[in-house]
C-alpha cells in the first residue's frame, strides 16, 4: 500500500503565503498523477491544480498565476505553493496520488490515494 502524509497548512493574513507538501512512502513503483483538492467550508471537492510524472501541469482558474504545483520524483514527494492568498482560499486541501506499487506477493497494482487533508485558513 502507499501512505501519503500532509504537512503545511495553517492561518495565514490575505496575501501572505504557504507551501503545502504531501510525501507518498510505501512499495511505491511510480507515481502517475500527483494533484492538489481543497474543499471550503460549504462547498464541494474541487481540483487546484495537478502535474503528470512528465511534469505538465494544470491549475483551476481561481488560482491560476498565484498558485504552482511541483513534485519531486526522488523524494516522491508534491508541492503547493501558494501566494497572494485569499480569504476564499480558505478550505481543507487534499492531496491526491495514482499510480502502481508492489503488493507483498511482488504483484504490481495500480493505486488511487488521498492524504488526510490540512486545514488552510486565510484571515485577518
Known amino acids: 500500500q502507499v501512505q501519503l502524509v500532509e504537512s503545511g497548512g495553517g492561518l495565514v493574513q490575505p496575501g501572505g503565503s504557504l507551501r503545502l507538501s504531501c510525501a507518498a512512502s510505501?512499495?511505491?513503483?511510480?507515481?502517475?498523477?500527483m494533484a492538489w483538492y481543497r474543499r471550503a467550508p460549504g462547498k464541494q471537492r474541487e481540483l487546484v491544480a495537478n502535474?503528470?510524472?512528465?511534469?505538465?501541469?494544470n491549475s483551476a482558474d481561481s488560482v491560476t498565476g498565484r498558485f504552482t504545483i511541483s513534485r519531486d520524483n526522488a523524494k516522491n514527494t508534491v508541492y503547493l505553493e501558494m501566494n497572494s492568498l485569499k480569504p476564499e482560499d480558505t478550505a481543507v486541501y487534499y492531496c491526491?496520488?495514482?499510480?502502481?506499487?508492489?503488493?507483498?506477493?511482488?504483484?504490481?497494482?495500480?493505486?488511487?490515494?488521498w492524504g488526510q487533508g490540512t486545514q488552510v485558513t486565510v484571515s485577518s
Open positions: 502535474i503528470t510524472s512528465g511534469g505538465s501541469t
Open positions: 510505501g512499495s511505491i513503483f511510480r507515481l502517475v498523477t
Open positions: 491526491y496520488v495514482d499510480g502502481y506499487y508492489y503488493t507483498d506477493s511482488d504483484r504490481l497494482l495500480g493505486f488511487g490515494s
